[in-house]
């Protein structure tokens, strides 16, 4: 009995590190995104727009790698705009599109998706805002420090797809 039971641990043992060893890997696009994994911390300013007045916005926001480094997991608490708030997003690397999808998501039931690209210390975000059950396209640009411990963000809002107006921006840091 003990013969049987040594046989079948081992087995079940050399099956799944098998297994393991056969498990895909992120490829270099996805391992692109170990650029945001940190503590941050964040200032910047709104404009007065169809979100509401100008407001200063800060807050700490966390990135991490999730699903084995598929895709990158982000979680934060700001206050300003919408006053005190969390929120939260997820972003994957996508091989036919050649972008990073993202959905995101506020406790006030706000939510954004859309895609990213990036080229070299810049990124680029363009996809669709829901606020208070009005969708707005929105789209933001971010840039790297030179030494990768810093980002700025500009983002612009549009009701209409058409015409553009400034939102916000700021300076995230490493904390």
Known sequence: MKRVALVGSLLVLGVSTLLAAQAPKPGPEAGKLVVWVGAWTYEGETQAGPLGPAARVSGQETARLVM?????????????????????????????GKNYPFFGYQNDGSFWSGTVSS?????????????????????????????????????????????????????????
């Open 119 to 175: 080229s070299g210390s810049g990124w680029k975000f363009t996809g669709t805002w829901t606020v208070k059950g009005t969708a707005y396209k929105w789209r933001q640009d971010r840039s790297f420090s030179p030494d990768g411990k810093a980002w700025t963000w500009k983002d612009e809002i549009s009701s209409d797809g058409k015409t553009w107006v400034p939102l916000g921006w700021g300076k995230v840091t490493k904390r």
């Open 68 to 96: 084995d480094g598929f895709a990158l997991e982000w979680t934060a608490e700001e206050t300003g705009l919408f006053g005190g708030v969390r929120w939260g997003e997820m972003w994957v690397y996508d091989p036919v």
